[in-house]
T-cell receptor
Framework: AQTVTQSQPEMSVQEAETVTLSCTYDTSESDYYLFWYKQPPSRQMILVIRQEAYKQQNATENRFSVNFQKAAKSFSLKISDSQLGDAAMYFCAYRTGFLLTGANSKLTFGKGITLSVRP | EAQVTQNPRYLITVTGKKLTVTCSQNMNHEYMSWYRQDPGLGLRQIYYSMNVEVTDKGDVPEGYKVSRKEKRNFPLILESPSPNQTSLYFC??????????????FGPGTRLTVL
């Protein structure tokens, strides 16, 4: 079974600075997707960024980028130029890259990390 | 607007009083799923459905039931709620044709408190 680990429960960053959130995972599959979700105080789950295991290039979405290290099974999220609106809980998640057949269709989440942004 | 809706958004109930949390999506998704979110545990899957009349247990199904009579709806039923089911519940949906790249869309969440 796949597992996702976020070992830091909380982090803090100064506004306009850069912060990196860590995530490691374990899987025996060769193809998979990794995601970062943002959960602001409204509790809505918002997809921030997605990375396919077969793509060597790290995904980037505006101020958000990932450092995907497949051999190390590491998937960290870097937030540049942090803004007050980035304050939220962030979840790392895993999903199979193979055909969705049932039990493999779920997202496996880490425990989450609470990011605070200091003005 | 493409969305997943859940009702109610907040619910306080007492032990043993049956309740249903509704979930509906307007994106013609085959796959629907329920997760619960608890502090320090992340989100865990309760039940899922690959299509109409096809449902199966997730990682934490005890104390819950689901049904999928229509493609758009996937209600979560607590026949006899207990305090350990106090949690934040999310419904999610996605297409199944293809791989895990298919984005899962989440509902707004339902905060349930069982006294």
């Amino acid at each position: 079974a796949q597992t996702v680990t976020q070992s830091q429960p909380e982090m803090s960053v100064q506004e306009a600075e850069t912060v990196t959130l860590s995530c490691t995972y374990d899987t025996s599959e060769s193809d998979y997707y990794l995601f970062w979700y943002k959960q602001p105080p409204s509790r809505q789950m918002i997809l921030v960024i997605r990375q396919e295991a077969y793509k060597q290039q790290n995904a980037t979405e505006n101020r958000f980028s990932v450092n995907f290290q497949k051999a190390a099974k590491s998937f960290s999220l870097k937030i540049s130029d942090s803004q007050l609106g980035d304050a939220a809980m962030y979840f790392c998640a895993y999903r199979t890259g193979f055909l969705l057949t049932g039990a493999n269709s779920k997202l496996t989440f880490g425990k989450g990390i609470t990011l605070s942004v200091r003005p | 607007e493409a969305q997943v809706t859940q009702n109610p958004r907040y619910l306080i109930t007492v032990t043993g009083k049956k309740l249903t949390v509704t979930c509906s999506q307007n994106m013609n998704h085959e796959y629907m799923s329920w997760y619960r979110q608890d502090p320090g545990l992340g989100l865990r899957q309760i039940y899922y459905s690959m299509n109409v009349e096809v449902t199966d247990k997730g990682d934490v199904p005890e104390g819950y039931k689901v049904s999928r009579k229509e493609k758009r709806n996937f209600p979560l039923i607590l026949e006899s709620p207990s305090p350990n089911q106090t949690s934040l519940y999310f419904c999610a949906s996605s297409f199944t044709l293809g791989t895990g790249e298919n984005e899962q869309f989440f509902g707004p969440g339902t905060r349930l408190t069982v006294l």
